[in-house]
């Protein structure tokens, strides 16, 4: 019973003392399935090995509009299998930026599809990083 209050109170005074949530939630993917991590509006997709290789890595950006929920998707292509993609919300304080989400594809598949969903009236300011084996 001790134990099971300690990891609660842990839980608790980490979310109130960085105001983020981890939610870690399975994804299937080809070979099995992979786990999807939000720290804050960021995503973690998968996971890196030795020997993976930055495929790709790019901003994404969409100019705010008033009173608006701003879209944006983007594909990754490559032509190795990717391991991980991260998109990480650069925007000044990290809960007013867009959240993420994959769409298709991803860790053990050539190509990814990412949507950016962002907050009323803030703009989506994201770093994409795909990393693969060659």
């Given at each position: 019973?001790?134990?099971?209050?300690?990891?609660?109170?842990?839980?608790?005074?980490?979310?109130?003392?960085?105001?983020?949530v981890?939610l870690?939630?399975?994804?299937?993917?080809r070979g099995g399935?992979?786990?999807?991590?939000?720290?804050?509006?960021s995503?973690?997709?998968?996971?890196?090995?030795?020997?993976?290789?930055?495929l790709?890595?790019?901003?994404?950006?969409?100019a705010?509009?008033?009173?608006?929920?701003?879209?944006?998707t983007?594909?990754?292509?490559?032509?190795?299998?990717?391991?991980?993609?991260?998109a990480?919300?650069?925007?000044?304080?990290?809960?007013?930026g867009?959240?993420?989400?994959?769409?298709?594809?991803?860790?053990?598949?050539?190509?990814?599809?990412l949507?950016?969903?962002?907050?009323?009236?803030?703009p989506?300011?994201?770093?994409v990083s795909?990393?693969?084996?060659?």
């Amino acid at each position: 019973m001790f134990n099971k209050c300690l990891i609660f109170a842990s839980l608790v005074i980490t979310v109130a003392v960085t105001g983020h949530v981890i939610l870690p939630r399975a994804v299937p993917v080809r070979g099995g399935s992979v786990n999807v991590t939000y720290v804050g509006n960021s995503l973690y997709v998968g996971k890196r090995q030795s020997g993976d290789w930055l495929l790709s890595r790019q901003y994404v950006y969409k100019a705010a509009v008033a009173n608006r929920v701003v879209v944006q998707t983007l594909n990754i292509n490559s032509v190795y299998n990717l391991t991980l993609i991260t998109a990480y919300d650069q925007a000044v304080n990290r809960t007013l930026g867009a959240l993420p989400r994959l769409v298709s594809g991803g860790p053990g598949y050539r190509n990814a599809t990412l949507s950016f969903v962002s907050k009323v009236g803030q703009p989506i300011y994201s770093l994409v990083s795909a990393f693969g084996r060659r």
